[in-house]
């Protein structure tokens, strides 16, 4: 019995030592335990493609691209992670919020892709939809900003240049890469495009302060000139200076020399010659509402997208835009050749196309389009029978032309780049309707203030063909033809504002009333 009870007590005491010890030291926090959210990995294969598109079919042309992403990207999810949508998904849907700062008016069709980013609703779509319709927002985006309207309503509003070829799958593989939706000029648009945009930025922002008043210029308006005083130069001097045309609004009632060179300014930017004077028509110019500038912005940069930036490469172009009643050649980058033209009525518009010039006319023929045979030339013969003669025209086969020599209507050279609509450019006899500031006269071909200084500029590389010969050829009265050693893409575009070398944003009156119909599509949206 001692012998136990001995043992009892031992074993107490080491019990009440053990919990001493223990109670010695400090107590130890429990060990947080790390939570390991596992990495989300979604099979978004053919048949989740498939019913997403039966349950929104307003999306279904995305299909086929949508498809050979998923592909591309093993078939699994491309904008969701374990925590969520990842931050360049959040950027798309900001730029797709912001589409009206690409002038834009667009709504994606579906609510649904509200719910996914913003923070007051709730998103009922499961995970693979989720992704699937983030991702038919990336190819709505791409569309409507990179593309524009497609090819068959651009051939419809009378636009033959070619198309930009979008390629969604090498735009989209930018993208994941870099895991970021951004702007890359050099690749993605005709440079243009960025500088309109730019543009039309500012314009809003003038807009959005009032735009500006209009100058109350009444029936009894003189034109005003250098020295001239009047209540109206201030409205005038104002004006300008909400567009930078002036740097500084004085306030002054008297048409100074700095008022005079702000509205040579203005003259020159938006399709006038100088006058030295202002007079009624540049006010009621200057009174065209902010809000028609900005349309006029927003239809242009449409006309953007559908130019292939690639075209900006070429080693040696022409171009010539119609509203401008201008041809530039661009050399390596840099204009290297500027020139006046003439160009269609509106009853015969020049065509919006492109070409390569192959050819240089010396002297040459002018084969009279049957057209004109029909409507000018045999009623002439009706009235003269001496009409042929006196227009040095004749018969040929059956046709009429006329003979080489300076009254000749295509003048004294021509520049051949074959299509369809038989355009060309060449010169004329009609020297004075370069004078006028709107030139549009032809019958549809381009005329060329400077034909002699053109083809210098073409002929420049073959040492054969100097000023002295080319003045020769086109003298000689006989038609002779040289056929270029290189071909020289030729486009004939239509933009009514346009953004210059200088940065300066210009106007052109819209001669062929193409921007009407372009700018209703785009408000439609």
């Known amino acids: 019995m001692k012998i136990w009870y001995r043992f009892a007590v031992i074993i107490f005491l080491f019990i009440v030592v053990s919990c001493n ?117 990336y190819f709505y985006y791409a569309e409507k900003v990179y593309r524009g309207f497609d090819e068959k309503t651009s051939i419809s509003l009378e636009w033959l240049l070619p198309r930009k070829k979008l390629n969604y799958q090498v735009l989209s593989d930018s993208i994941f890469e870099k895991s970021t939706i951004s702007d890359d000029r050099k690749s993605k648009m005709f440079s243009q495009y960025y500088k309109l945009r730019d543009a039309l930025h500012q314009y809003r922002d003038i807009e959005k302060n009032g735009g500006w008043k209009t100058i109350e210029a009444g029936e009894d308006y003189k034109d005003l000139k250098l020295g001239d005083s009047s209540a109206i130069i201030g409205q005038i001097r104002e004006r300008l200076f909400v567009t930078g045309d002036i740097k500084k609004d004085n306030k002054s009632a008297v048409c100074d020399s700095v008022l005079m060179k702000a509205v040579k300014n203005y003259e020159l930017r938006h399709g006038y010659a100088p006058k030295n004077a202002i007079l009624l028509e540049h006010i009621n110019d200057l009174n065209i509402p902010v809000s028609e500038r900005i349309k006029t912005i927003i239809a242009n940069m449409e006309r953007c997208r559908w130019i292939d930036p690639e075209l900006e490469k070429g080693k040696k172009y022409i171009e010539v835009n119609i509203p401008e009643f201008k041809l530039y050649i661009i050399e390596d980058g840099k204009i290297a050749f500027v020139s006046p033209v003439v160009v269609g009525k509106a009853m015969t518009k020049t065509v919006v196309f492109s070409g390569m010039m192959n050819n240089i006319v010396f002297s040459p023929y002018w084969n009279v389009p049957p057209s004109i045979i029909k409507s000018e030339i045999k009623p002439g013969m009706d009235k003269d029978k001496n009409y042929l003669a006196k227009k040095n025209l004749e018969w040929n086969n059956g046709a009429v032309r006329q003979l080489p020599g300076k009254n000749n209507s295509l003048g004294l050279v021509k520049f051949l780049f074959p299509n369809s609509s038989n355009i060309y450019l060449h010169d004329t006899p009609a020297k004075s309707l370069f004078e006028r500031e709107s030139r549009a006269f032809s019958h549809g071909c381009v005329r060329v203030a400077k034909p002699r200084e053109l083809a210098i500029e073409l002929l420049k590389a073959d040492p054969k063909w100097t000023p002295a010969k080319i003045d020769k050829a086109m003298h000689s009265g006989k038609e002779s033809w040289y056929t270029l050693k290189k071909k020289v893409p030729v486009y004939i575009g239509y933009f009514t504002a346009w953004v210059d070398r200088e940065g300066q944003l210009n106007f052109y009156k819209d001669i062929y009333k193409k921007d009407e119909s372009l700018i209703k599509l785009l408000t439609e949206e």
């Open 21 to 137: 010890s223990k109670g010695d030291k400090k107590e130890e926090s429990p060990k947080k335990v790390e939570v390991v959210i596992p990495e989300l990995k979604l099979s978004i294969d053919s048949l989740a493609i498939a019913g997403f598109y039966k349950t929104y079919p307003k999306l279904k042309n995305f299909q086929d691209e949508v498809f050979s992403l998923y592909l591309k990207r093993q078939s699994t999810q491309l904008w969701l992670d374990n925590k969520g949508v990842v931050e360049f998904g959040n950027t798309l849907y900001d730029k797709y919020k912001g589409l009206e700062n690409e002038g834009l008016k667009a709504n994606f069709p579906y609510k649904e892709i509200n719910h996914i980013f913003e923070n007051n609703t709730v998103n009922k779509l499961s995970k693979i939809n989720t992704d699937l319709m983030i991702t038919n927002l």
